[in-house]
Nanobody, 121 residues
Framework: QVQLVESGGGLVQAGGSLTLSCAAS????????MGWYRQAPGKQRELVAG???????NYADSVKGRFTISRDNAKNTVYLQMNSQKPEDTAIYYC???????????????WGQGTQVTVSS
């Protein structure tokens, strides 16, 4: 069994900061790409930020310069530092990881349960 467990969501005022964490656990052989997605009410899930095993990153245009993704490969953990938050950042944030379990032939996508982030104006 493999799971992703997120933490760090909550309520913050506009202009404030939050840091999300997501730890992968279980029978993990290897983790390739990790990332954060978000889904606001009535909208489709969208990529916020992604990071490769080697540390290359990409961001949605809407968060560039405000959010920073990082990972600790030794801890199988990915982080999302969110600064200068705006009300439009309000959404459920989901952790994603492309991982291979012991005994598996292929990598596959895994998702966390989601954590609510609410930014008040």
């Amino acid at each position: 069994q493999v799971q992703l467990v997120e933490s760090g969501g909550g309520l913050v005022q506009a202009g404030g900061s939050l840091t999300l964490s997501c730890a992968a656990s279980g029978s993990i052989l290897s983790i390739d790409r990790m990332g954060w997605y978000r889904q606001a009410p009535g909208k489709q899930r969208e990529l916020v930020a992604g990071i490769t095993f080697g540390g290359s990153t990409n961001y949605a245009d809407s968060v560039k310069g405000r959010f920073t993704i990082s990972r600790d490969n030794a801890k199988n953990t990915v982080y999302l530092q969110m600064n200068s938050q705006k009300p439009e950042d309000t959404a459920i944030y989901y952790c994603n990881a492309v991982m291979k379990q012991y005994g598996a032939r292929y990598y596959r996508d895994y998702w966390g349960q989601g954590t609510q982030v609410t930014v008040s104006s």
